[in-house]
């Protein structure tokens, strides 16, 4: 007979196999209304089954000033290395763009050995995040292809490969939204604290998906002791598909939420 906690384990596995939620121009579809929170740019919640805490819209704190950014110029600060038209110092003027763009990984820690998002590492996923324009803190994509071999079944990439990447990019994300609202010359280092997902749909290997993130809040530390902020971040990996009529689709494939605490120091260039 089987226990309890296998009956659960297989019904929640047949759920996430029959689940295979569907966005039009970045917002569910309404037969879904019922398991999907609608928030802005294809970044959905899921429902009231997390925390309360996770289901916050993004968080309305801001990039610093344009003076700030400034003044790290004038200080001989290459505030823009990644050449991004989205750094907050670009979009305020303060930084002319120079050359091709880069991921905020190559930009700010090419010699990293990370499994995920780790250029240095001869065998890694090499994941490449980039900004992306839109409202508050932590805005990037990445956009990846898994192969074959991290499958877990045929044609079913394994999840927590995929985790990996999610956490990595949350990860970047956190550390790029804590530079910018600090204007700091470069991103802190961040460590996850914890990384809770929900997968929604089987991930196919040789299929490029498309990792997007979002700062849902940043809290700092209040006990007078160095500043060691927390950040809570948003992350969506999406399929982008095309509709019966032509029109662009994004199947959801996992959602989930990422708490990284600053550790003092600042990533090495």
Request: proline share 8%.
């Amino acid at each position: 007979m089987r226990s309890s906690f296998a009956c659960k384990r297989l019904a929640a596995l047949g759920q996430q196999l029959s689940a295979f939620p569907t966005t039009r121009n970045g917002l569910a579809e309404p037969n879904l209304a019922a398991t999907w929170k609608l928030v802005p740019e294809a970044f959905l919640s899921p429902s009231s089954s997390q925390p309360a805490s996770f289901l916050r819209h993004q968080s309305d704190q801001t990039a610093g000033t344009s003076s700030s950014w400034g003044q790290l110029k004038k200080d001989g600060v290459r505030v823009n290395p990644c050449q991004s038209p989205h750094h907050p110092a670009a979009v305020e003027g303060v930084a002319e763009l120079e050359g091709e763009e880069l991921c905020v990984q190559e930009a700010y820690n090419p010699d990293s050995h990370c499994f995920g998002c780790g250029h240095a590492h001869p065998d890694g996923l090499h994941l490449q995040s980039r900004r992306i324009p839109g409202v508050g803190l932590g805005r990037l994509e990445a956009r990846i292809s898994f192969d074959p071999k991290y499958c877990a079944f045929p044609g079913i990439i394994n999840g927590g490969v995929l985790t990996t990447a999610m956490d990595c990019h949350g990860n970047w994300a956190a550390a790029i939204a804590l530079m910018d609202k600090g204007c700091l010359p470069r991103p802190p280092l961040t460590m996850t604290a914890s990384m809770q997902v929900s997968f929604r749909a089987p991930t196919p290997p040789d299929t490029q998906l498309v990792i997007r993130s979002r700062v849902l809040g940043i809290k700092e530390n209040s006990s007078g002791g160095p500043l060691k902020a927390t950040v809570e971040v948003e992350v969506v990996v999406v399929h982008p598909e095309q509709g019966p009529a032509g029109e662009a689709l994004e199947r959801v494939l996992a959602v989930g939420t990422g708490v990284y605490k600053r550790l003092g120091a600042l990533r090495s260039m």
